[in-house]
C-alpha cells in the first residue's frame, strides 16, 4: 500500500522526497485562539493591478508595528491598515495610511505606520522586557495570515487566500541576535514541517505574552530554512520614544 501510495504520488507530479510535500503539512501551525493576537493587523498595498499582503500589530492607538518590505511608497500605490482582523467575526475596518512610514534607518527591517485615528478598542500588547532576552531553545509563537500549505515542490505559495482564521505556530530559537548588513539585527527560529509564508511577514513573534521580534523573511523553499525575525529589543528604545 505504502508503494502504491508513493508511485500515485510520482504519477502526479508531487515529489516524494519530503514529507512536506507528502503531507501538506500546515506551515501556518493552527488556528489562533478567539482572545490572543487581538492586535494583529492586516496590511495591504494596491496599485490597482497589484496587490501585496503583510501584518502588523498596533502597539500604540496610532501605531502600527512592522517591517519595511510591507511598506509601498511608489507613486499610485495605496497602503492600508485592516484592524479587528481576529477575531473573523468582529466587524473589521480600515484606515488609508496617509503619513510616511517611521523607519529606524535604511538598513533596518523595521518601521512604524501611523493612523489617521487612533484605535482605542483593541487591547494593546506588551513589549518585551528586554532584561530577558531570548536564548537558543526558547519558545515562540509567530501569526500571520499567508498560506497555510507549501506547493508540491515546497516553494511558498504567492496568491494563496487569505485562512479563515488568524494561523498560530509555535517555533523554537535556533539563533540568537546578530546583525546583517542589509536587514539589521535578527533572531531565527524554526520547528519540523512548520514555516512562515508570504502574507505572514510583518506579524508579531511571541515569548511570555510580550512581542519579543517581527516577521521579517525566510528562505524562499518553505520549511527548509529558518525564519528570520527582527529582534525588537534592539529598537525597544526607538519604539517605546515615539508617540
Not at 531565527?188 to 511570555?208: E, F, I, L
Not at 521580534?213 to 529598537?235: H, N, R
Request: proline fraction near 7%; glycine fraction near 8%.
Amino acid at each position: 500500500m505504502a508503494l502504491l501510495k508513493v508511485l500515485l504520488l510520482l504519477g502526479l507530479g508531487v515529489s516524494v522526497n519530503s514529507g512536506v510535500s507528502l503531507q501538506k503539512r500546515i506551515i501556518g501551525g493552527q488556528n489562533c485562539h478567539v482572545s490572543e493576537r487581538l492586535y494583529h493587523v492586516r496590511l495591504e498595498s494596491s496599485n490597482g493591478t497589484h496587490m501585496t499582503r503583510c501584518g502588523g500589530s498596533l502597539i500604540k492607538p496610532q501605531l502600527v508595528l512592522t517591517v519595511s518590505r510591507c511598506w509601498k511608497s511608489e507613486p499610485g500605490w495605496t497602503n492600508t491598515a485592516f484592524l479587528k482582523v481576529h477575531p473573523r467575526t468582529v466587524i473589521q475596518y480600515n484606515q488609508v495610511i496617509q503619513d510616511p512610514p517611521v523607519i529606524y534607518g535604511q538598513q533596518h527591517d523595521i518601521i512604524l505606520l501611523k493612523l489617521r485615528t487612533p484605535v482605542t478598542d483593541v487591547p494593546l500588547p506588551r513589549l518585551p522586557d528586554c532584561r530577558h532576552r531570548l536564548q537558543v531553545g526558547y519558545a515562540i509563537q509567530l501569526a500571520g495570515e499567508g498560506a497555510t500549505t507549501a506547493s508540491p515542490n515546497n516553494q511558498r505559495l504567492i496568491a494563496a487566500p487569505i485562512p479563515l482564521h488568524l494561523q498560530c505556530v509555535d517555533m523554537r530559537v535556533v539563533q540568537v541576535s546578530v546583525s546583517l548588513p542589509s536587514t539589521g539585527h535578527i533572531f531565527r527560529a524554526s520547528a519540523p514541517n512548520k514555516d512562515v509564508c508570504y502574507g505572514d511577514t510583518g506579524g508579531a513573534a511571541v515569548h511570555n505574552d510580550m512581542i519579543y521580534g517581527v516577521i521579517s523573511f525566510g528562505g524562499p523553499d518553505a520549511c527548509q530554512s529558518p525564519a528570520a525575525i527582527v529582534d525588537v529589543c534592539e529598537y525597544l528604545w526607538w519604539i517605546t520614544a515615539l508617540k
